[in-house]
């Protein structure tokens, strides 16, 4: 890896290289955006790789039970554990099935709508998930150690305004769909 300091601000050779080169087949286009855009698939890449553990727990396993646990009652709707997540039901069913083989949640029927199934955190659970909460914190701290907290800042600022683009573009093309399909469906 080669990094360079290009105006003041770092950067890797081969995304500034690769960025370049989709400029040159794009000419009205500016070459940054191709970096940001690599720069940001690899770092979230880089995030998410393998399948770490934090104390004996995959991160998967982990993160289901933060989101119970932060819930009052450490009950949630399985549905709504997998949209806190971004994970599909089937992912979620995964999870669910390892936590609760090893005693760390249990499935309960919701008794007013029988379609809804609730994962509960039992107590063995909850005693796992405060013994790994204190190596996920130093895991963050450590990954993030690079950078002040005024970049820290500029980065969320960034990462939100980019994800309000993105969410506002999506939507918009889900309505645009819609329209087309009750205008085909009309005529």
């Given at each position: 890896?080669?990094?360079?300091?290009?105006?003041?601000?770092?950067?890797e050779?081969w995304a500034?290289?690769?960025?370049?080169?989709?400029?040159?087949?794009?000419p009205?286009?500016?070459?940054?955006?191709y970096?940001?855009h690599?720069?940001?698939a690899?770092?979230?890449?880089?995030?998410?790789?393998?399948?770490?553990?934090?104390?004996?727990?995959p991160?998967?396993?982990?993160?289901v039970?933060?989101v119970?646990?932060?819930?009052?009652?450490?009950?949630?709707?399985?549905?709504?554990?997998?949209?806190?997540?971004?994970?599909?039901?089937?992912?979620?069913?995964k999870?669910i099935d390892?936590?609760?083989?090893?005693?760390?949640?249990?499935?309960?029927?919701?008794?007013?709508d029988?379609r809804?199934?609730?994962?509960?955190?039992?107590?063995?659970?909850g005693?796992?998930?405060l013994?790994?909460?204190?190596e996920?914190?130093?895991?963050?701290d450590?990954?993030?150690s690079?950078?002040?907290?005024?970049?820290?800042?500029?980065?969320?600022?960034m990462l939100t305004?980019l994800?309000?683009?993105?969410l506002t573009?999506?939507?918009?093309?889900?309505?645009t769909?819609g329209?087309?399909?009750?205008?085909g469906?009309?005529?």
């Open positions: 890896m080669a990094f360079t300091v290009r105006d003041g601000l770092l950067t050779d500034q290289e690769l960025g370049e080169w989709y400029q040159s087949h794009a009205e286009r500016d070459s940054v955006s970096e940001a690599l720069l940001l690899r770092t979230y890449k880089a995030l998410s790789s393998g399948s770490r553990r934090i104390t004996g727990l991160e998967g396993r982990y993160a039970l933060r119970i646990y932060q819930t009052p009652g450490r009950r949630l709707p399985m549905s709504e554990i997998g949209r806190a997540l971004t994970m599909s039901p089937a992912n979620i069913t999870l390892g936590l609760e083989q090893e005693g760390l949640v249990r499935r309960v029927t919701n008794e007013d029988k809804v199934t609730w994962a509960e955190m039992t107590a063995t659970g005693a796992a998930f013994k790994a909460l204190p996920a914190v130093a895991n963050v450590d990954t993030w690079a950078l002040t907290h005024d970049e820290k800042q500029l980065l969320v600022h305004k994800r309000m683009h993105l573009r999506d939507a918009a093309a889900s309505a769909e329209l087309k399909a009750t205008a469906a009309a005529c």
